[in-house]
């Protein structure tokens, strides 16, 4: 499809006019983006699903407010955090925790019920060991390759409390692959 | 730790292995049902506030009624005037008011300022429609 192959800035013209070419370019291009950090921080797929599109539809509508000068992604992942971190912090009046939202049904995150690998799995469950937010600052920093700047541009966060947030996950992550990850695994992971 | 600064360290394990896994697949389908919901959103008007609010508009058309009643209440001889309005009189002598009035360049300023307040009514008036969220 053409919409796929144009730029972000031709993609958040055509949105900005209504154009579901444009805005399809954009959601095609940022779901599973997006779709990351909301799984980070909801960690069951219907809440994901539910933020992912909830981030989608407030991006869209208030595109106008994006400043060009930026990189779109960081615009876009700051209000996919927000987001998801507000919905985390409703689900949480709601419920004492999310564990028992797992025990009352609710459907338990697909990479953690069928995981694609053996690494995938020591992933999602090492990062399931940290708080939801300094998992989802972990995944902007590994994953995205954010650096310390753009999440504090994205949390709000001070620079200082992104570095301790960083260096207390990254630690934590180190104990529980050692012990869920083969050792030669963990050891070719760190070689590379 | 690399993260003072402020950039990934490429050899990092972790960077590795969130590379590796890399993102979690949104389910099949979801752009299409975020396309559908942004159809179904009803529709806000915002009314843009005009440039020239309400007071000022009195305020500047006071300044033109008595800046135009007084080049007909004040005499074109000063003589009679009291000392306080002397000052008025002598800068807005008909004459000379009609001659400024009448100059091309206070024509098209004049003109200006008509379309540019036309123009400020107009997007006062216009409204843009926003997706209500």
Redesign the interface.
Known sequence: MAARTVEDPQAIALALNGDQRGQGALISRYQHMVYTVAHRVMRNTMDAEEVTQDVFVKALGKLGEFQGGGKFSTWLYSIAYRTAISALRSRKQESSSLEQLQENGMEPAATMAQPVDERRAALDHALSQLPEEDAAILTMYYLEEMSVDEIVTVTSLGASNVKVKLHRGRKKMHDVLKDHLKEELWTLSAEE | ?D??R???NPE????????????????TG??Q???E??GT?PARTVVEPPLITKPMWVLLGAAIVALVGATFLLPLSGSDLLPSTAWMQEWLRLPHLTAFISSKWTLMAGAGVLILMLLDRMLGQRTRV??L?
């Open positions: 730790m993260a003072e402020g950039g990934v990092d394990p972790l960077r590795s292995l969130f590379q590796e896994v890399g993102h979690v697949h949104a389910p979801l752009e049902r975020i396309l919901r942004m959103q926003l997706f969220f």
